[in-house]
C-alpha cells in the first residue's frame, strides 16, 4: 500500500468516527442525568483526541473508570453505582457493541491498516531478535490509528454505559428458591480441543476457582484472567517479553467483536430468564448477607463437608449444608448459594470462553 493509500484510509477512519462523534453531540439528554452523561463522554473523547489521554495507556482500566463515572452520575447514592447495572441490559448492549464494531471493521483498508502488533504503539515493550518485524505502517500513523481507534471504543462504552444505568425500573427479584432451581440447569461451555499445554495451563487455572471454597472478589477473578491469557500467549511466543503485546490489533478487534457476541448471546438462554432482570449487586457475593453468614459461615460448612469442589454452587451445596445443619435460616442459606452460585458459574463460564479465544487470537501469530 502506498503513502497515499496509506493516508486515504487513516483519513477514512477518522471520517467515520467523526460522523459516530457528531451523532452523539447531536443526542439531547432526556434527563439531567443523561446530559451530564453525555456531556462526560464527549469531553473523554474531545480529551483523547487531543492526546490528553495517551493511546498507550492501558484500555481496561481507563474504559472502567469511564463506566464508573457513569454509573455514579445515575446512581449518586451508592457506595457501588457500577453493581447497579441490570444483568439483562448489560448483555443487551454488548450485543449492540459487536454491531458497532463490525460496522467499522467493514471500512475499506482497515484491516490492511491495522496490521501491525500491539508491541509497536506501547512503550517500553522491546523487540526480541526472533519478532522483530515491525509494521509496513510508520510510527506516526500507527498512533493516529490507535487514537481514533480509542475514541470509538470510549463512544460505544459510553454509549452503552447510558443506556444501561439509565434504565429505571422497580427490582423484582424473584424467591431465592426459584433462582436456585433456575442454576441447576446452568450449563457449562462444551470442552474444546486445546494443545496440550494450553489445556494444562487452562485446568490449573479453573482449578483455582473450583477449588475456592471462599468468596471470589472480583479484583482477584481479574488477575486470574489476566494470568491466564498471558500464559496461554506465552505458549505461541515463549521468546517474548511481552506475550499479550504480540497480538495484531486487527486480530484483536475481530477477537473482540466474537467475545461481545458470545457474551450477549448468554440473553437468549432459557434458563437465565429469571435472572436477566437482576442487577448485578445481586450476585456479588455471600458475605453481604447477614445472619447465618458472618465470618463466613456458609464457606466453613462448605469446607467442613467437602462440598463444592467438583460440585455446582447451588441445589447440591444447599441440600447437604440443610442436612448437615438443619435449623439454618432456609432463605438467608438461599439467598447465600445463588449469589455465590451464580457468581462462580459466570466467573467460570467467562474464564472458559476467555480461553479458547486467546488460543484463536495467538494461534494465528506463530512464532516467527
Not at 447531536?26 to 480529551?47: F, I, N, Y
Not at 480509542?150 to 454509549?159: D, P, S
Not at 445472619?291 to 451445596?317: C, E, H, M
Not at 435460616?329 to 479465544?357: C, N, P, Q, S, T
Amino acid at each position: 500500500m502506498s503513502f497515499i493509500n496509506l493516508a486515504i484510509g487513516i483519513f477514512k477512519l477518522w471520517r467515520f468516527m467523526d460522523a459516530r462523534q457528531k451523532q452523539f453531540q447531536q443526542r439531547r439528554g432526556v434527563s439531567p442525568e443523561e446530559g451530564k452523561a453525555l456531556e462526560l463522554v464527549l469531553e473523554t473523547c474531545s480529551a483523547c483526541r487531543k492526546g490528553n489521554i495517551s493511546c498507550q495507556e492501558e484500555i481496561l482500566p481507563d474504559t472502567l473508570h469511564l463506566v464508573s463515572r457513569l454509573a455514579a452520575i445515575y446512581h449518586p447514592d451508592e457506595k457501588k453505582p457500577l453493581e447497579k447495572a441490570r444483568i439483562g441490559n448489560v448483555l443487551a448492549t454488548f450485543l449492540e457493541t459487536n454491531r458497532r464494531i463490525l460496522e467499522m471493521l467493514e471500512l475499506p483498508g482497515l484491516e490492511r491498516l491495522t496490521q501491525f502488533r500491539l508491541r509497536e504503539v506501547v512503550p517500553g515493550v522491546a523487540s526480541n531478535k526472533n519478532n522483530a518485524d515491525p509494521s509496513w505502517v510508520p510510527a506516526f500513523f500507527r498512533l493516529r490509528v490507535m487514537r481514533a481507534l480509542r475514541v470509538q471504543w470510549l463512544l460505544l462504552v459510553g454509549e452503552a454505559a447510558i443506556q444501561v444505568y439509565g434504565e429505571h425500573r422497580s427490582d423484582e427479584i424473584p424467591e431465592p428458591e426459584i433462582l436456585l432451581d433456575e442454576m441447576d440447569q446452568l450449563q457449562e461451555e462444551k470442552e474444546r480441543s486445546l494443545p496440550d499445554k494450553v489445556h494444562d495451563i487452562v485446568e490449573a487455572s479453573r482449578k483455582n476457582i473450583l477449588f475456592s471454597v471462599k468468596p471470589l472478589p472480583w479484583a482477584e477473578v481479574k488477575l486470574l484472567y489476566i494470568s491466564l491469557a498471558k500464559n496461554i500467549a506465552q505458549v505461541w511466543h515463549p521468546e517474548s517479553s511481552a506475550p499479550l503485546y504480540e497480538a495484531r490489533v486487527y486480530d484483536l478487534l475481530n477477537t473482540l467483536a466474537d467475545y461481545l457476541e458470545w457474551a450477549g448471546q448468554l440473553s437468549q438462554k432459557p434458563v437465565l430468564n429469571k435472572m436477566l432482570g437482576l442487577r448485578v449487586s445481586h450476585l456479588t457475593g455471600a458475605r453481604e448477607v447477614a445472619i447465618p453468614f458472618t465470618d463466613n459461615k456458609l464457606f466453613d460448612w462448605v469446607q467442613k463437608y467437602q462440598v463444592g469442589r467438583a460440585a455446582k454452587w447451588s441445589r447440591t451445596i444447599f441440600k447437604t449444608l440443610q442436612k448437615k445443619q438443619p435449623a439454618i435460616l432456609f432463605r438467608d442459606v438461599v439467598i447465600g448459594v445463588v449469589k455465590e452460585g451464580g457468581k462462580r458459574w459466570l466467573i467460570l463460564y467467562l474464564h472458559d470462553k476467555i480461553a479458547d479465544e486467546t488460543n484463536k487470537l495467538y494461534k494465528v501469530l506463530p512464532p516467527e
